[in-house]
């Protein structure tokens, strides 16, 4: 994937939602760019030095691998470092309209074939379905968001459309009250 256009995975009626991210995924994807900067890339560019100062670089895999790994590193270090500079960071807990459902929010509801799933709804960059937290862009937070308990949505699958029910909704504890008494609905 190339990561020149960072919302060029996303459809373009949902172009700024790619920007939205949790304080919990900043921090995330700062920590990662703080190892590439300091601890990644410094070691790669130790083998790759010491590769070529080994004589014939087109046949030494060291150097060959080492010259590819740090391009790999450099592409990441530029898309996360835009899309820190792009982020907007909100901050679940501070949701006044805890009834319904907006970014951040945790989601249970149930399928038409009576499973219940929980999902957290997070920026692009955080989704981790394995870990139950779905992309603000993906069709599951497209149904649910703006319901509240007891609605029915349709949510659009690979099968064909199905209705789920809205069961509960949470939101993270606010621990600054003036923060969230002024927090708008994402």
Sequence with gaps: ????????????????????????????????????IREERPRIVDIVSWAAGNGDR???GDYLYGK???????????????RIEKAIVVDPAAQTQRDRVFFGATVSYVTEADEERTVAI?????ADLAAGQVS?????????LGGRVGDEVRLLTPSGPEMIEILRIAYPACDVPDRCASAPAV
């Design 1 to 36: 994937m190339d990561d020149a256009n960072d919302e060029d995975d996303v459809p373009r009626r949902l172009a700024g939602v790619s920007r939205y991210v949790t304080p919990a995924g900043m921090a995330a994807m700062r920590a990662e760019l703080a190892s590439l």
């Design 58 to 60: 087109s046949e030494n």
């Design 68 to 82: 590819k790994r740090l391009r790999e590193i450099d592409r990441r270090v530029r898309f996360l470092t835009r």
């Design 122 to 126: 997070v920026g692009v960059d955080e």
């Design 136 to 144: 603000l862009a993906s069709p599951v937070a497209h149904a649910l």
